[in-house]
């Protein structure tokens, strides 16, 4: 019997080890905010609430910038619990509607005084088509967050230094930006398989790190300044839109491999708030340190045409 025991605990002990491991880096940063203002976009669950209940800790008035009411007003109800603050409001933010965002801006605006953090974390891994007929995955994950970026950019030049912290994946690795694709399927991509999904997703999460590389230039002498990161691969909601049986196949090796929400919000409070990290503006962080990315996530030609092409899809010039 004792016997038994002995190796039941060597085997928890094991699976312990094993799960610290896997959570990765923690952000050491015990920087307070007080007195600042952070929007967190696609806050009301996931990897996105967790990072809401850590900088409302640290004293930060927190907009949960989310879709829908219901659920937004759920989160702020929860953050305020877990954090203990009740400077945590729900503002609604679609960013599937170039309208919605514009409206958020302006709301925003009006009826706050200080940006200094904007965390565009919200994303979707699932085909559609936004409002304004572009893909769902790069209207929400890239253009919505380009158009919200740029219109909150001269209160966060007021309030600097300030910080945009965009989350990407490691998926950008798989991405291409393939303008003509564009031109004629506002998806940037096409198709409909689990294929196709995984493909345009990636092209989605590249456009973030090239959005983040171009936007850094543009921010020189501002002291805002901007990162991009992976999350590392996260049990989350994530994956709640694919087929029952990649879902369960994925819940099964995600609860053992996967980093839990906790962790998964690390490498976005590292960007957001750690000290000293200013001289990497423009870069791509994961496990909480800065990563060299490919050639093709770091080309000035490309992520400046993306630019271009994004001010014109989203009304911007
Ligand atoms: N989980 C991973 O392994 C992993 C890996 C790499 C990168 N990431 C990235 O991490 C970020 C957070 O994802 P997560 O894992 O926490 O996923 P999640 O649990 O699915 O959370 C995504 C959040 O985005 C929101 N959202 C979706 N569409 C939106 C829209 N049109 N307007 C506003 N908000 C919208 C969702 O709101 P609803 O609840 O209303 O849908 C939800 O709050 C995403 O950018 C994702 O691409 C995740
Ligand atoms: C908002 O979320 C609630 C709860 O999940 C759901 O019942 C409702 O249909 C959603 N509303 C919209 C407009 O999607």
Known sequence: MPEILLYVGVVIGVLMLFRTYVNGARC?????????TVIVTGSNTGIGRVTAVDLAR???????????????????????????????????????????????????????????????????YMQGITEDGFGLMFGVN?????????????????????????????LHNHGNLDFDTLRTHKEFGVGE???????????????????????AKRLQGTHVTCYSLHPGAVNSDLARNLNKMSRRLLKGIAALFFKDVEAGAQTTLHCAVQEGIEGLSGRYFSNCAVQKVKAKAQDDAV??????????????T
Not at 78 to 93: I, T
Not at 153 to 165: F, G, H, Q, T, W
Not at 193 to 215: A, G, M, P, Q
Not at 303 to 316: D, R
Request: net charge positive.
């Open 58 to 124: 640290r004293g930060a008035r927190v907009i949960l910038a989310c879709r829908n009411q219901t659920r937004g007003q759920a989160a702020a109800s929860v953050v305020q619990r877990e954090s203990g603050s009740k400077n945590v409001v729900y503002m609604e933010l679609d960013l599937a509607s170039l309208k919605s965002v514009r409206s958020f801006a302006e709301n925003f605006l009006k009826t706050e005084r200080r940006l200094d953090i904007l965390i565009n974390n919200a994303g979707v």
């Open 28 to 36: 050491k940063s015990k920087e307070k905010l007080h007195g600042k």
């Open 142 to 170: 890239h253009l919505g967050h380009f158009l919200l970026t740029n219109l909150l950019l001269d209160r966060l030049k007021e309030c600097a230094p300030s910080r945009i912290v965009t989350v990407s994946s490691y």
């Open 193 to 215: 398989s689990l294929w196709d999904v995984f493909r345009i997703y990636s092209h989605s999460k590249l456009c973030n790190v090239l959005f983040t590389h171009e936007l």
């Open 303 to 316: 992520a400046k045409k993306l630019w271009e092409v994004s001010e014109t899809l989203s009304g911007l």
